[in-house]
């Protein structure tokens, strides 16, 4: 359920400055940077109160003045996380040392030996391993929808999920790295609440909106229940720190930060900061970086060597993709694949070609970054399940940065001319 955003405020006016106050830090326009592992206690009552607050949830509150030991949390995770909850429109925020540790604290909280969970292909070569290899070593099932605007397929593979356990969680990568296939977030709230009314367990919608990013889709309003971002990508947005971050209710997001105790997968005071520094400007960084995709889409596409484009802004008129991508995007994002005729041989040499680009994983940097996905962000997965997810080997994955865009148009051209 949103929030009502605070002061009336708009996400791009909150990712500014929200969450420090400067009669916190002396007056500094910017907040400090409170580079400590342990928090002094003005009474010994003090003490007791708050770490009863923390166990017990009675008590003054945990944070402002009273922290205890930063793995519990610390000043510049309070920020952090006000800001990060007021961009997404969310009640409460939590934020991790990466977006996996957000991933899979939100795994090890709600997935329990028998369950399942329901997840689309293709989904981040991490959450995959997360919840087909590892949860399974607990007892726990994953079953994988194909189409995640397809309401009969969904279901099938709902009932599937169902078939081998409980449904915990409903996984909506949308859009999906690196094909950008989208999925309709309203169809899976409605799966979940019609499991919820027939098995007395209603599963949580848990969205990945790392390659939209905030301000290209807002999932609490389309009343998911937690919101999970790598901030690595484009929140962070420079390519030089990890963290990750949840948003949705506070009945929900407290019992995460609980087991972050447990797991030490906080993120530490400076990169808390950087990230702060990083959310002021990711509206307009994600501005430019979606117009010079937009153009180096369109160039793609026209051209005789690409095979396809899976750039959200070309989705056909009257498709069905088209329609949700309508009611639930505010824009088309900066990364997306191109499939070259061919396969591996066509696409290292284009690869091995490029002057400008850099060849890495990630996304959402200010740099332009370009990578084979099969052989890389993919290599792990099963080349069927590749396949099936759209991911050939031709398939090449591209996030677009903020430099000039006639530069990155030439450095492609070049490059695909000497496949
Ligand atoms: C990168 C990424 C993750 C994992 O985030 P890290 O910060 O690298 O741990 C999860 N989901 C998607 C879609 C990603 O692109």
Redesign the pocket.
Known sequence: MPADPPQGLRPETLAVSHGYDPAMGMGAVKPPIFMTSTFVYPSAQAAKDVHEAFFEGTGPAVGATNHIYARLGHPGLDMLEARLAAIDGAEAAAAFC??????STIALAHVRPGDSVLHGRP??G??DMLYNRFLPQFGAHAVAYLDGTDDAGVRSAAEAALAKGPLALIIA?SP??PTAAIVDLALMVRIADEVGSRTGRRPLVVV?N??LGPFAQRPIEHDVDLC?T????YCGGHSDL???GITGAKTLVDPLRQLRTTLGNHLDPHTSWLLMRSLESVHVRTERAMSNARAVADYLRDHPKVAGVTYLGHLAEGSRQRAVYDRQCKAAGSTFSFHLHGGEDEAFRMLDCLRLMKMAV???GSETLICHSASTTHYAVAPEQRLAGGITDGTIRLSVGIEHVDDLIADLGQALDAV
């Open positions: 990466s977006g996996m540790a957000a991933h989904i981040y991490g959450v990568e999906a790295n990945d790392t390659l999970m790598s901030l690595t990508k990890l963290a990750g990630s996304l959402g």
